[in-house]
């Protein structure tokens, strides 16, 4: 079946815009899952959404960063107010959590941000 | 505070080789280890993973040990080929509790040559 989905691949911005970054799970995943990738960083988490529970929001880096989830499955990361230090590439991952294979995250591809 | 150190930062081995990415966590309430294996604009990809209750993990061509007193886990691959080059990560979760979210080592880039 499709894997994660993630759009748009890539994306420049100017410093100081809103960019919003778009991930389509894998179908029937009810996890969901925001990653960043960035030289010197690594891999890092941001953001987490079950079901219809209240997301985890502990790993957003600061409150510029948002992320929504619609009827349980395509969700949205915006980025207020861009800044150089955002530019990075936003991974999204699903999971059947917590179903048969609950700890398997699938990622997507990612979208490569620059900001300018 | 970096939970998972994962060396080295970069391997580079000849056909045939069996290269060993190591990885060490400080989380005792880690429960599930995968590794992944990245290409270049790709996003990772689920290699292998494994639980603490057993000590080692095969699947075809790659291997995880895994040292629970030492709170250690390392990616084994036997026979590598040119293909194998990537950035290979490992990371750990705890179960259920916050929702699996992966906690990753910084990353290993492996070069096989031919």
């Known amino acids: 079946g499709a894997g994660v989905s993630q759009s748009p691949s890539n994306k420049v911005t100017e410093k100081g815009k809103d960019v919003e970054l778009r991930c389509d799970p894998i179908s029937g995943h009810t996890a969901l899952y925001w990653y960043r990738q960035s030289l010197g960083q690594g891999l890092e988490f941001l953001i987490y959404?079950?079901?219809?529970?209240?997301?985890?929001k502990s790993g957003l880096p600061s409150d510029r960063f948002s992320a929504e989830r619609t009827g349980g499955s395509v969700s949205t990361l915006t980025i207020q107010r861009t800044q150089q230090e955002d530019s990075a590439v936003y991974l999204c991952?699903?999971?059947?959590?917590?179903?048969?294979?609950?700890?398997?995250?699938?990622f997507g591809p990612g979208t490569r941000l620059t900001v300018t | 505070q970096q939970q998972v150190k994962q060396s080295p930062q970069s391997l580079i081995v000849q056909k045939g080789g069996i290269p060993i990415i190591n990885c060490a966590y400080e989380n005792t309430a880690f429960d599930y280890f995968p590794w992944y294996q990245q290409f270049p604009g790709k996003g990772p990809a689920l290699l292998i993973a494994i639980r603490p209750d057993v000590s080692e993990k095969k699947e075809g061509r790659f291997t995880i040990s895994f040292n629970k007193s030492a709170k250690q886990f390392s990616l084994h691959i036997m026979d590598s080929q040119p293909g194998d080059s990537a950035t290979y990560f490992c990371a750990a979760s705890i179960g259920e509790t916050s929702g699996s979210r992966l906690t990753f080592g910084e990353g290993t880039q492996l070069t096989v040559n031919p």
């Open positions: 959404f079950q079901g219809n529970s209240a997301p985890d």
């Open positions: 991952a699903s999971s059947n959590l917590p179903g048969r294979g609950r700890y398997e995250q699938y």
